[in-house]
């Protein structure tokens, strides 16, 4: 069955950065778009970034210059790596897969940061 695992979570401070991976199974993961979103207590979930099958990628407007994903589709991984990090960015991410028109996800990492 399909897996999606996330870590690199945890705590940071102001202006730090954090790296996200998601290893992911069962599925064919070359032919998948992947994504990152997030969800602040008591907000919806919101897509963070994105990228297709061949590398093209999309972010929110909050995160782009700070935020960047990436896959290494020979490790079967996705990547988010964050940057310049701020209070607003504190939220659970969970990592997405998008493979012939379902969506899959995982349980999500904790991010906290700390101004």
């Known amino acids: 069955q399909v897996q999606l695992v996330e870590s690199g979570g945890g705590l940071a401070q102001a202006g730090g950065s954090l790296r996200l991976s998601c290893a992911a199974s069962g599925f064919i993961f070359s032919l998948s778009a992947m994504g990152w979103y997030r969800q602040a207590p008591g907000e919806q979930r919101k897509l963070v970034a994105q990228?297709?099958?061949?590398?093209?990628?999309a972010y929110a407007d909050s995160v782009k210059g700070r935020f960047t994903i990436s896959r290494d589709n020979a490790k079967n991984t996705v990547y988010l790596q964050m940057n310049s990090l701020k209070s607003e960015d504190t939220a659970v991410y969970y990592c997405n897969a998008y493979y012939y028109s379902q969506n899959f996800w995982g349980q999500g990492t904790q991010v906290t940061v700390s101004s």
């Open positions: 990228i297709t099958r061949s590398g093209s990628t």
